[in-house]
């Protein structure tokens, strides 16, 4: 018995903590201003052309994917019951209900999770701007963009490992892949690349210029995914033992 509640605890632990980690990664990649990770680039450029609060902006994207995710995983509940994706592996998507309802748990998981963002955001200043265009801010800002795509790689890694409900952000990428019959890895890339078209749509359309879309963005879309593989050959093993997940 103490056994048990020793391994939900850590599972609980290595879950917030990496959303923690991953809302950190983001906000710190929107604060070089080289350009934000793909997967929030819609939500980012919409805030700061609106002049709207990006978290809140951010909370409104991911519950869109929630909607999405949920006509997906109806529509292949109906056509076929092959092998699951890893991100849900533990929700048995025979049961429809239980498909449902753990995609509808992403939406108050997207309400603290942006309160996360929103902190962050708060909190640490922007490194672009007026004034910081020396040689050193820019290096500056680079090193921090490094920071910032590891960071969102491990906190992703933690808490998709962790089998509880995936962010929005993956948990699409996961219903796409499932209805497409694609890798996950795959499939990521194509909707990256969907969501920094959209992104440009919006901001020449809107602002007459790039928002959001940067060096950074592509970085981001690459290293993101690196960070994920190189994490988890390192720590897979020993976090899947302590936190009891199979």
Request: aromatic letters at 8%.
């Amino acid at each position: 018995m103490k056994k048990i509640n020793r391994s939900i605890w850590f599972r609980v632990l290595f879950y917030l903590l990496g959303l923690l980690v991953l809302a950190l990664g983001l906000t710190l990649n929107t604060k070089t201003g080289l350009g934000v990770s793909p997967i929030i680039s819609v939500a980012y450029s919409i805030s700061v052309i609106s002049g709207q609060n990006f978290g809140n902006m951010t909370l409104v994207l991911y519950s869109l994917f929630v909607v999405i995710q949920i006509c997906l995983h109806l529509v292949r509940s109906r056509r076929t019951s092959g092998e699951e994706g890893a991100v849900l592996a533990h929700a048995n998507r025979i049961d429809r209900r239980l498909t449902v309802l753990m995609d509808l748990l992403q939406i108050p998981l997207s309400l603290v999770f942006t309160r996360f963002m929103n902190v962050f955001s708060a909190v640490i200043p922007d490194l672009y701007g007026e004034g910081k265009d020396t040689p050193g801010q820019m290096a500056l800002r680079v090193l921090i963009l490094v920071a910032a795509i590891v960071l969102t790689g491990i906190g992703a890694a933690m808490s998709l490992n962790m089998r509880i409900i995936p962010n929005p952000g993956d948990g699409i990428v996961q219903a796409i892949a499932d209805c497409i019959r694609k890798s996950v890895g795959f499939t990521k890339n194509c909707f990256g690349l969907t969501n920094i078209a959209i992104t440009t749509t919006v901001s020449l359309g809107f602002a007459g210029q790039l928002v959001g879309i940067g060096i950074g963005t592509v970085l981001a879309m690459v290293g993101v995914g690196r960070t994920i593989a190189v994490f988890n050959h390192f720590t897979y093993d020993r976090m899947m033992r302590l936190s009891g997940v199979e």
